[in-house]
């Protein structure tokens, strides 16, 4: 338990996030991280799920449980240098629980994309899912400048070693917000 709390606290002031406001979930990649998300979303009939053209598969796969929940999904497109356009247009103001997840560095073209849809995308009062599986590795992150609600990292693409070690970073308020419908082994 020990270990397990420190490793929390130094991944929480590795990534400039205060522990007031930050949770981190241990998980076996960010794969599963994102899979811990989207199991326990609250989407619903009127929530949308807004997302970049270039995200990871894992991230794609939020698609799946917010449609069968009633959850509209949106892709933002890609330009010609495959970057993602401005997402403003496809961001409506959120009635519902809704989600706007994009990669912070397109695993796919190494494309960043500019942190502060974060803020923009949480004004209209979505929930934010930050993949920064690529984007971790070579660049620091502060969360206390870019307050992503849930940001999904790999130590492995980190550090290189150990393998099936990611996290779930997560504010405490996004956190309380999620239901998990199912709870036995392996999902502490």
Request: charged share 15%; glycine share 10%.
């Amino acid at each position: 338990t020990g270990a397990i709390e420190a490793a929390r606290a130094q991944t929480l002031r590795f990534f400039g996030a205060d522990p007031a406001t930050y949770d981190v979930v241990f998980t076996a990649n960010a794969t599963g991280a994102i899979r811990v998300l989207a199991e326990a979303f609250p989407f619903g009939n009127g929530s949308r799920l807004v997302l970049t053209a270039d995200n990871h598969n894992s991230v794609n796969g939020l698609r799946m449980q917010a449609g069968q929940r009633g959850a509209t999904v949106h892709y933002i497109p890609l330009d010609s240098e495959l970057r993602a356009l401005d997402p403003k247009a496809g961001l409506k103001p959120a009635t519902q629980p809704s989600l706007f997840a994009f990669p912070a560095q397109s695993n796919f073209s190494g494309v960043r994309h500019p942190l502060e849809w974060i803020q923009h995308a949480r004004e209209l009062g979505y929930s934010v899912l930050l993949d920064a599986a690529s984007f971790a590795p070579t660049n620091p992150l502060s969360l206390s400048e870019v307050p992503a609600d849930f940001v999904a990292v790999s130590f492995y693409k980190m550090f290189g070693y150990p393998t099936g070690i990611g996290a779930l970073i997560a504010r405490r308020d996004a956190l309380a917000q999620l239901r998990r419908t199912y709870f036995g082994g392996g999902t502490v």
